[in-house]
């Protein structure tokens, strides 16, 4: 099948998007590689090729060279294991038949064992899947072999090199997409065009400024690489507008008038990423909270104009996107604050709608806003995100029911945004207008 597409011209356009899946834990929503070698060792000797795995000495390809004599199966008892213990993702059936739908090629790229896939797709009847995995050979004797085909003879770690197999891959395809949860993902991940990242994958490359989606599992690949963007929400501080160095310094007029300690910028990005009523309620004392709020709002009043800036990027930003999508900002800001400076910075007329606290919504992390987004543009939020800065801005995508592309920067790192679940995590904000395009398209 593979060969056919390769050859055939009239399906030029729709064969170069390649996709390849990593297997234990991404396409098998459980990892049976370790247990496979430790239902069959009949040594205890196999616990040591696993420390030095464990401390970097060898890879992968090391321990199963060393494990492999150590092990003994028959092969109607490795198909019962295989069975009991590989589960696989209840919508990669769906996910194969749209894909083969559009001339994309799927294939498994595994460091694990090709005979626990095999074995789990003949069960579930999937065929005509292109495996690339370390083979795992069983005697008549009960005796085991692990063969590593599509190890780097030049580096020898581990069983598979899936670098070496997405690279033999390039000159065939426009576009090659890494599907993954793991360590043995992240050498590939760096040279795809777009990883789809479960668990520890997406919060590495999140970190390393790899291009990555956080999914669930595989019922939401399909949505995720063909969907159309309609509507972009924006938060403001922080995402949109510098203006940390503002806030902060009404917050601390604030603090000193009432004697309380004052903050740094990186301590006020932090605590007051709430609403201020939210904020000065929590923080001050019930009987200054009103007279706290009174002071902080007359003391902005004078300065948010002269001293807010926009943020790098954000200019050219919304030039890029400007026509493409509905654009919109949600933010804690009163929304009073929002539209002036919007206004001052030549941005309000692009924003279909600009909700800010206090008008009539409840703040985030709530998801009140984006409802009232929603339903005055009229857009579908399956074809919404919110694009912001901080923690609280995916909890209240989260609850709001849309996707949170949330942007690094000094006070939250990509590291720390990724553990939060986000959809994405960009770099800087001039990522946004390529990361809204449509990978596939329908």
């Known amino acids: 099948m593979n060969t056919q597409i390769r050859n055939n011209s009239n399906v030029d356009a729709c064969r170069r998007t390649l996709i390849l899946c990593d297997f234990d834990g991404t396409v098998s929503t459980a990892d049976t590689v370790n247990r496979v070698i430790r239902s069959h060792v009949i040594s205890p000797e196999w616990r040591f090729p696993v420390k030095q795995y464990l401390r970097g000495d060898i890879g ?26 590989a589960s696989l993702d209840p919508d990669f059936p769906r996910f194969l038949g749209w894909a083969r739908e559009r001339g994309i090629d799927v294939k498994i790229l595994s460091d694990g064992f090709d005979l626990t896939i095999h074995t ?10 292109e495996v690339f995995a370390n083979r795992l050979v069983i005697h008549n004797d009960g005796s085991v072999e692990i063969l590593s085909p599509h190890a780097d003879p030049s580096c020898g770690m581990c069983g598979t ?43 590495f490359c999140c970190s390393e400024g790899i291009p990555a989606m956080r999914i669930e599992g595989f019922g939401e690949v399909p949505e995720l690489l ?27 007029h604030m603090f000193a008038r009432l004697g309380y300690p004052t903050m740094t910028v990186d301590e006020v990005a932090r605590k007051t990423c709430i609403s201020l009523v939210d904020f000065v309620h ?7 909270a009103e007279i706290g709020i009174k002071i902080f709002r007359e003391y902005y009043d004078t300065i948010f104009l002269d001293k807010t800036t926009l943020m790098p990027g954000a200019k050219e930003t919304l030039d890029a996107i400007d026509g493409t999508v509905v654009a919109g900002i949600v933010t804690n800001k009163r929304g009073q604050y929002a539209r002036l400076l919007a206004e001052h910075f030549g941005f309000a007329d692009r924003m279909a709608r600009i909700i800010g606290a206090q008008d009539g919504f409840h703040a985030k992390p709530s998801g009140e806003m984006f409802d009232e987004f929603a339903r005055f543009t ?51 904000i001039t990522d946004l207008p390529a990361a809204l395009e449509s990978l596939v398209p329908e």
């Open 378 to 428: 009229g857009v579908d939020k399956s074809a919404m995100i919110y694009v912001g800065d901080s923690p609280i801005d995916v909890e209240a995508a989260r609850n709001g029911g849309i996707d949170a592309f949330v942007v690094a920067n000094s006070v939250f790192s990509a590291q720390e945004l990724a553990l939060c679940k986000p959809r994405r995590v960009l770099a800087r």
């Open 226 to 252: 063909s969907r159309r963007i309609q509507a972009v929400t924006f938060d403001m501080d922080g995402t949109l507008l510098d203006s940390l160095v503002t806030i902060a310094d009404a917050f601390n």
């Open 282 to 288: 929590s923080y001050l004392k019930p009987e200054e």
């Open 60 to 85: 992968s390809k090391g321990v199963y060279e060393a494990v492999a004599p150590l092990m003994r199966m028959n092969r109607e008892e490795y198909r019962s294991f295989a069975l009991r213990h």
């Open 120 to 129: 789990l797709f003949d069960h579930h009847g999937i065929k005509g899947v």
């Open 161 to 203: 090199c899936k670098l070496k197999v997405l690279q033999s891959f390039r000159p065939e395809y426009d576009r090659i997409i890494l599907v993954g949860d793991g360590e043995s993902d992240r050498h590939a991940a760096r040279h795809a065009d777009m990883v789809l990242a479960l668990r520890d994958l997406f919060i």
